[in-house]
């Protein structure tokens, strides 16, 4: 009932973005994250809390810490965009947000105190950190994944939307605990940065360019498996996963990190890793008939371009196919930046609906397709807004040894059209398909 009647009395979405840069918006969101820790009891205050955010790879980098730590330390919670679990729990995420609402939060990390959970792992989104919807949660450890284009609607510029993610790492520094960890990607200009200015107890760096404390070197990327090695304390260790491109290597990288600084032994961790199951809707494989079917969260312009150009490499006589769109009322910048690199990698486009909410279905798609050069409609690009007949379509097109890439939706399970809220699956219309 008080959750019911603070959240009736506090949200008020149609004034939010005259009102979220405000001092007395931040006070309030502030105020409420202080509220809701203090109804559930300050669940997290003798929990190990570890902190994930960053432009892409959060979900993926979270699910491995997750399943190792339970593994091989202690029973763990996990809250990722994808799923949440509670041990070996699995539990739904179904309110399409990272980074869950200050109650909501609080009343899972709850949940797991009584069930015995003794760490935690959560993703930290730009928006929930910016929202405060983590006040209250002393986390021990910050690892960042990269910072690239994306939430520009939200944020305004790159630059707040970069000192959006610095607050995760503000968290750590301002804990009450003995110790205060990070981790950044060496690669990154902004995670290099971060590693240079900020001060930690202890920092660590990953990369498979730049010198760093974990690196890997040696990567072999195939349609089933990538392989790789690193070093670590003068010794060389190979790993064999099923996460596929070189992109997931960055992401098994963070969590070595932080499973290794938590003294986990590395041949346990590595085994874990290299029976890691792909993350629902992360570059989730489906094969028949000679066609190898993806479907992938791809929202972003530096995530689209690793997976397009990750899977025209390893393709081999046959095309790319990609089928993919702009979700409405989101950041428009990102949409012609995002079609360029659909239309350079892929022989063939689909444009379709993501979730064009409120905005107008027909003119999301006459706004991008209008200023294709390389590709003739009717021939190898094809406007078909329903997303349920453009997955049939592409199903149908689809020849022996084609790459078949679903972008946008992910682990998604619901749609916003322009005209009611539906339950949605990618995954499920291409089985249903290709029955």
């Known amino acids: 009932m008080l959750k019911s009647l603070i959240k009736k009395i506090t949200f008020y979405d149609k004034i939010y973005f005259l009102l979220k840069d405000s001092v007395i918006y931040g006070l309030r969101k502030k105020l409420m994250g202080q509220v809701a820790n203090m109804v559930y009891g300050s669940p997290s205050k003798n929990f190990f809390v570890i902190g994930v955010t960053g432009t892409n ?55 797991a105190k009584d069930s015995w959970c003794k760490i935690a792992v959560l993703e930290a989104s730009s928006h929930g950190l910016n929202q405060y919807r983590f006040e209250g949660v002393e986390f021990d450890f910050a690892v960042l994944t990269n910072i690239t284009h994306d939430h520009l609607d939200f944020h305004g510029t790159f630059e707040r939307y970069a000192k959006a993610k610095e607050k ?31 001060p930690f107890d202890q920092k660590l760096s990953y990369s498979t360019v730049a010198s760093s404390s974990l690196k890997a070197s040696n990567i072999q990327i195939s349609n089933s498996w990538t392989t790789f090695s690193f070093n670590y304390l003068w010794k060389s260790y190979d790993v ?46 489906i094969e028949k008939n000679w066609v190898r079917y993806f479907i992938d969260f791809a929202h972003t312009p530096d995530a689209l371009e690793k997976t ?116 949605w699956s990618d995954k499920e219309e291409v089985i249903k398909n290709l029955k």
């Not at 790492?169 to 940065?193: C, E, H, M, S, T």
């Not at 032994?265 to 570059?283: C, H, L, P, Y």
């Not at 905005?359 to 409609?377: A, G, P, V, W, Y």
């Open 308 to 423: 397009l150009d990750y899977l025209s490499k390893i393709k081999w006589k046959g095309r790319l196919i990609t089928l993919f769109w702009a979700p409405g009322n989101r950041d428009k910048s990102k949409r012609p930046i995002m079609w360029n690199i659909a239309d350079q990698y892929s022989d063939i486009l689909i444009a379709t609906d993501d979730d064009p909410d409120t905005e107008n279905r027909l003119e999301i798609l006459e706004q991008l397709t209008s200023d294709i050069k390389n590709k003739q409609e009717g021939k190898n690009l094809f406007i078909i807004p329903e997303r349920t007949l453009a997955i049939k379509f592409a199903c149908e097109i689809a020849q022996e040894w084609d790459y078949v890439m679903f972008a946008g939706k992910g682990h998604e399970t619901m749609q916003l059209t322009n005209f009611w809220k539906r339950k």
């Open 240 to 285: 064999k996963t099923k996460l596929l491109g070189e992109f997931n290597v960055y992401n098994i990288l963070a969590a070595l990190s932080v499973v290794l600084q938590m003294g986990v032994n590395i041949d346990q961790a590595i085994k874990s890793i290299e029976w890691f199951e792909t993350v629902t809707g992360r570059m989730e494989q």
């Open 168 to 198: 995760l790492f503000r968290y750590v520094l301002a804990n009450k605990k003995q110790n205060k960890y990070a981790w950044f990607p060496a690669d990154d200009k902004i995670g290099k940065q971060r590693f240079e200015e900020m």
């Open 57 to 111: 790879g959060k979900t993926t980098t979270v699910n491995l810490i997750h399943k190792i730590l339970n593994e091989h330390v202690s029973k763990t919670v996990m809250i990722s965009t994808a799923n949440i679990k509670i041990g070996n729990q699995d539990l739904e995420n179904s309110k399409k947000m990272t980074s869950l609402d200050v109650f909501d939060l609080q009343s899972i990390l709850a949940t």
